[in-house]
């Protein structure tokens, strides 16, 4: 099945866009706080398209993503109570009073790992509004974390170029597949733990 495949095709087509930083903008700001698909989506593909500004849709993708965080922690802050129905209707209910509890037993260094891993980040920038972290020490925390994260991304695609993008276009179904199985992998494992 080519289905990855397709959505890669997709994403390289719109990283050629001319408003393609704006998608990009957008994307990083939405999935911060309430959106499902990551920014390196279109943040890989960009790069690849046009290297020599893959430093700037970095920072751009660090600064809306950052942005986008801030927003989420305001939600948790002022509306959880809005949010929270949500929360339990899209499944992420379980997930959320574990991030809770990770909150309480690692502080900071939760946004950190959150900020840099493929692991849901709204979750962790509604949770820390909800648990009142400091908001200074939330927002230098995420620019490390998503910083590392979208720099490392762009910087690999940079590097790689256009073998880089024979190898992803090779493997991304692949990739995508074993993606799927491992969030549902996860999913039962959360669920039955």
Known sequence: MRFFSLLYDKALNWSRHRHAPWFLGAISFAE??????????????????APRRAWFFALLTTLTSVAGGAFGYLIGMLAFEAVEPILHQVGYW????????????EGIWVI?????SPIPYKLFTIGA???????VPFVLTSLVGRGARFFMVAGLMKWGGERMERMLRHYVDLIGWLLVVLVVVLYLFSKFS
């Open 32 to 49: 911060s706080s309430f959106f499902p698909i990551p920014p390196d989506v279109m943040l890989a593909p960009m790069s690849l398209a």
């Open 94 to 105: 379980d997930g959320f009073l574990k991030v809770k509890q990770w909150f309480i037993e």
């Open 112 to 116: 950190f790992i959150a900020a840099f």
């Open 129 to 135: 509004g909800v648990m009142s972290m400091a908001f």
